[in-house]
């Protein structure tokens, strides 16, 4: 395979990306073959299977977008199952028109406040984010009562996140909206050339003029925000919001975003790695779930295809000098 | 001598801090306390901290490098579910078989009675460290970053522990749990030693919570001797200056083996002391995931820099003593339980921001970025 991808002579770059769509391939077949032999079907190859999993996939798909962003400059988020699980929850409390700029303004609010206490206070991501998402839950926690909350979702919410246009699910359209924002700001704003040079070196990226402060805040409400979007579809999807129901996508966005080749020290890595890393996550947790896989068996191959495939390409230089 | 102290003092200012608060923190709790100052509350809050200090001080080693180990809370996780296997001290002994793809596996038998238990407790430990060195493996041999790497590592324990323990269940020993999960004179008199624990001399030591002994004994007997160590020392080098550690001949893959493999070690006592404590194995994805966040928040508490070259196990274990009496107030100052956790994220994030006074004293604003 690296034989192969050498002959093409991908860049740095496009290599873990190519790897990964081929990844994705086998992962396809081998579903396939599966379910040929055990069902004589193969549903991994309707297109009506295959929008109901990007359906599914555009929560994380959405989420992993954000935390590319942040990912990028070097820094993490994990604030993110609360800050989605904070956004859906108020989005139903509040109800009516309001329901969706109460969720984006929350998860734009708290993205700010990370990118504030990262930024101008220099805690390190990891624990500041940490502690905002321990007073999310907190906040959570204290206005349902610790229970479930009986508000639902409006009928707009459940639109986006659950109807179809012209045979296409909605949810994939938001998707593909966050995406196109995404990849022009990284790939024609001002603003993508700062983030990868913040993430190279933000002391150089600071001497050549670049207010790296501002542009981390800004990486951080666009996370922050993305976490937002989320949380209105997920509560669209089911209905209503419930505790913890952020929980399942930190990991595998952080996930999605390395195995897509983003280095996860920052300042490399191209969206549409991250795209491909969310639907292969996608696809193969959907392969395992036809074939019955107990929870035990999921967690060990997920975590064993991550190590895989980062053997395959992610291996970082050696620390000589 | 004088000046020798305050160097020194100067270079462990976190760890200062963090003891001094503690101090403050649980003197204040036990003032409050309507049973204050008893061996009861104390053993009682020791069992509460055991494991978390573990974790924590599993978590260290890592950071020191200026790494990270999300796995920490599901290595655990993984040998407190075989704990609940091997611990059972069954009279009769127990035997070892799983089924692994259809397969059956045997692996002979537990032997029973003490002997047994003992060598339950070093295979689950055994275990603990295995999984550190597989994680110290995959970063130093794959070359993939400790977080990632980890991260993926601890999905595969889960899987283990969701193998092993589908739904809670499995016993410890009862002599054992009450042994470890009391004071000094119960132990002495579980395990028959000191006149059954009524020995003269022993009497002034008989309210000591066994759980506190176990953590001062792995600091000074495990942590110590490895800090002083030359792959000690490396890790602390690498921390600070990786290519600078490589150039000075050091040998930094060994370290990083070493490192990873001593966190396992810790983790695995954790979760060999949880299992006991609880006297069961349980594959919990959410305590795993909470115990690896707070042992993030001990280190960090405990004065470690997360851009790894300075700190100490030590530091992580006070860390976690303050996290653990943050929540042991809130039962005496009876804040309703709804608000508790807002209140632990609220100390987090104040305690944290703290060390943002630094970023005040530097004139030279390229400082800020290291």
Redesign the interface.
């Known amino acids: 395979m690296s034989a192969l991808a050498g002959g093409l002579k991908l860049s740095r770059e496009d290599r873990p990306i190519a790897i990964a769509a081929l990844f994705l391939v086998a992962i396809l077949i081998a579903g396939t073959v599966y379910t040929w032999v055990r069902f004589g079907s193969a549903p991994l190859l309707s297109p009506t299977y295959l929008l109901l999993q990007l359906q599914i996939g555009a929560f994380l798909g959405i989420v992993a977008a954000g935390m590319m962003v942040v990912i990028l400059i070097s820094q993490i988020d994990l604030s993110t199952p609360w800050t989605l699980t904070a956004a859906a929850m108020m989005a139903t409390a509040v109800g009516g028109p309001w329901a969706i700029p109460i969720a984006l303004g929350i998860g734009l609010a708290v993205g700010i406040v990370n990118g504030l206490g990262i930024a101008y206070l220099r805690v390190p991501s990891m624990i500041f984010t940490l502690g905002v998402n321990a007073v999310m839950r907190g906040l959570m926690v204290a206005h349902t009562g610790g229970f479930a909350p009986q508000t639902e979702a409006t009928p707009l919410m459940r639109s986006l996140a659950a109807e179809r246009t012209f045979g296409i699910p909605n949810a994939l359209f938001v998707w593909i909206a966050v995406s196109v924002v995404i990849v022009l700001i990284l790939r024609r704003a001002p603003l993508g050339r700062y983030i990868y040079a913040i993430g190279n070196k933000e002391a150089a990226a600071y001497l050549a003029g670049v207010q790296t402060r501002v542009v981390t805040v800004i990486c951080f409400a666009i996370c922050g925000l993305t976490a937002g979007i989320a949380g209105v579809l997920l509560a669209g999807y089911s209905q209503k919001a419930y505790q913890g129901m952020g929980d399942a996508y930190l990991l595998p966005a952080i996930a999605a975003v390395v195995i897509g080749g983003t280095n996860i020290l920052g300042g490399r890595g191209r969206y549409l790695g991250t795209l491909i890393g969310v639907i292969l996550i996608v696809l193969l947790n959907s392969v395992l779930s036809i074939m019955d896989m107990p929870e035990a068996g999921r967690q060990a191959i997920y975590g064993s295809v991550i190590i895989l495939m980062l053997l395959v390409y992610g291996r970082s230089e050696r620390v000589t000098s | 001598m004088g000046s020798n102290l305050a160097i020194r003092l100067r270079q462990n200012f976190g760890l200062a801090t963090g003891i001094v608060l503690f101090c403050v923190v649980y003197l204040g709790y036990h003032l409050s306390h309507p049973k204050g100052f008893s061996s009861a509350v104390l053993v009682q809050n020791s069992n509460e901290v055991f494991t978390l200090a573990m974790v924590a001080m599993a978590q260290t080693v890592p950071v020191l490098m200026a790494g990270?180990d999300?796995s920490v809370g599901a290595l655990m996780t993984m040998v407190d579910c075989f704990a609940s296997y091997l611990m059972t001290g069954a009279a009769a002994g127990t035997p070892l078989a799983m089924d692994f793809i259809g397969i059956r596996l045997t692996f002979g038998t537990l032997p029973g009675g003490v002997p047994g238990l003992l060598l339950g407790m070093l295979i689950c430990l055994g275990i603990g460290t295995l999984g550190g060195l597989l994680n110290g493996m995959?970063v130093v041999y794959?070359?993939?970053?400790p977080?990632?790497?980890t991260?993926?590592?601890?999905?595969?324990y889960?899987?283990?522990?969701?193998?092993l323990r589908?739904q809670p269940g499995g016993k410890i020993d009862d002599d054992l749990n009450w042994a470890l999960t009391n004071s000094l004179g119960e132990f002495a008199s579980t395990v028959h030693i000191f006149d059954d624990g009524a020995a003269s001399w022993f009497a002034p030591l008989a309210w000591i919570p066994t759980p506190f002994v176990l953590l001062a004994l792995i600091a000074l007997v495990v942590w110590v001797p490895f800090r002083r160590s030359v792959a000690g020392r490396t890790i602390y080098a690498i921390g600070s200056a990786?290519?600078a550690a490589?150039?000075s001949g050091l040998a930094?893959d060994r370290a990083k083996l070493i490192a990873f493999t001593l966190g396992g070690f810790f983790a695995g006592c954790g979760g060999v002391f949880l299992a006991i404590q609880t006297s069961s194995g349980n594959?919990d994805i959410?305590q795993a995931?909470a115990y690896t966040?707070n042992s993030?928040?001990a280190v960090?508490i405990g004065g470690t820099s997360?851009?790894g070259g300075t700190g100490s196990a030590i530091g992580s274990i006070f860390g976690a003593l303050i996290l653990r009496v943050i929540s042991f107030f809130f039962r005496i100052f009876d804040i309703a339980?709804?608000?508790?956790?807002?209140?632990?994220?609220?100390i987090?994030?104040v305690a944290?921001?703290i060390?943002?006074v630094?970023?005040l004293r530097i004139k030279n604003?390229?400082e800020?970025?290291r």
């Open positions: 990270l999300l995959v794959g070359r993939i970053q977080i990632i790497a991260l993926a590592t601890g999905a595969i889960i899987g283990v522990a969701l193998h589908p990786e290519g490589y150039m930094i594959a959410p995931g966040l993030i928040a960090v997360l851009l339980p709804l608000l508790q956790p807002l209140f632990e994220g609220l987090l994030l944290v921001s060390s943002a630094r970023v604003t390229l800020l970025f």
